[in-house]
């Protein structure tokens, strides 16, 4: 995810040549390079898979990590957010996964604590494999949770559905994200501003910047969907207030100004000929 100010520093990925630019500085992507970027994906999920495995009452986020980080390991590939400096924070980013509980919304820090019956946790994933990027994420449950915290995982889940299935060569992207705001707030909730989707590639951040909302400012920098463009869309939903604010003084973990739960649903997709591909799909 990306700050929709705020353009973060990666790694140097490996270079494989260059790409045919499009409109804005988006750099349309070959059939050959999407397969690079399929390959990254469906690691990424692999290890959201066994996430979802783990996650239980007792278990901590740092557990996850660990094992995440293995399996980054195993084939070679290279943790994206490891590393990752943020010019706001007081430390480069220092593990694999984001793993924000309850009300983190986003860049939660792996740590000791125990998962908890009714808590929720949303798990970002991203690697480098072949010098290509995959980003996703998932927000599960521990245990058994409330009616409402259950609505918004469906809701946020769903969001992200609908916005894959409205892509479509020459449609403009304010009219996807107008539909997911719509959705959420329909279902009374409300979708976070201050961080965004991004374009994804050899970079783990490229244009453009990939609103789940719309509004007069969002207009200004409205985009074309266009054959070859690869996206991180991922809507950030939060119960109460869109608001959101740093959690502690390093300037990494954004929660939800209320203090209320926030879920994170994330997918890499290509944009072809017949509408969209998850490129993070097992």
Not at 199 to 207: D, L, P, T, V
Request: glycine share 8%; hydrophobic share 40%; proline share 5%.
């Amino acid at each position: 995810m990306k700050r929709a100010n705020i353009k973060k520093q990666t790694h140097r990925p490996e270079l494989f040549g260059g790409s045919p630019r499009a409109q804005r500085g988006v750099i349309l992507k070959s059939a050959r390079e999407i397969g690079f970027m399929r390959e990254a994906g469906r690691l990424v999920s692999h290890v959201l898979d066994r996430m979802g495995e783990m996650v239980s009452p007792g278990v901590t986020s740092a557990e996850l990590n660990e094992v995440a980080e293995q399996m980054i390991a195993d084939v070679g590939a290279i943790p994206l957010f490891k590393g990752v400096v943020n010019p706001q924070a007081k430390f480069p980013f220092p593990a694999a996964l984001c793993t924000s509980v309850n009300s983190a919304v986003v860049h939660g820090i792996p740590d000791d604590k125990p998962l908890v019956e009714g808590d929720i946790i949303s798990v970002d994933c991203g690697v480098r494999l072949n010098g290509y990027c995959g980003d996703s994420a998932r927000t599960f449950s521990v245990g058994t949770v409330t009616p409402e915290i259950r609505s918004l995982l469906d809701t946020t889940k769903a969001t992200l559905d609908l916005a894959i299935a409205e892509i479509r060569v020459g449609r403009m992207w304010s009219e996807v994200s107008s539909a997911m705001q719509k959705y959420v707030e329909d279902a009374g909730f409300s979708v976070v501003r201050e961080f965004v989707g991004h374009g994804i590639g050899q970079e783990m951040h490229e244009e453009p910047k990939i609103p789940n909302y719309h509004d007069a400012k969002q207009a200004k920098s409205d985009f074309r969907l266009d054959k070859g463009m690869t996206m991180a869309i991922e809507p950030m939903v939060n119960i109460g207030t869109h608001h959101v604010c740093y959690s502690t003084p390093d300037r990494w973990v954004v929660v939800t100004r209320d203090g209320k739960c926030a879920a994170h649903f994330e997918h890499s997709v290509a944009v072809m000929d017949g509408g969209a591909e998850i490129l993070t799909a097992s």
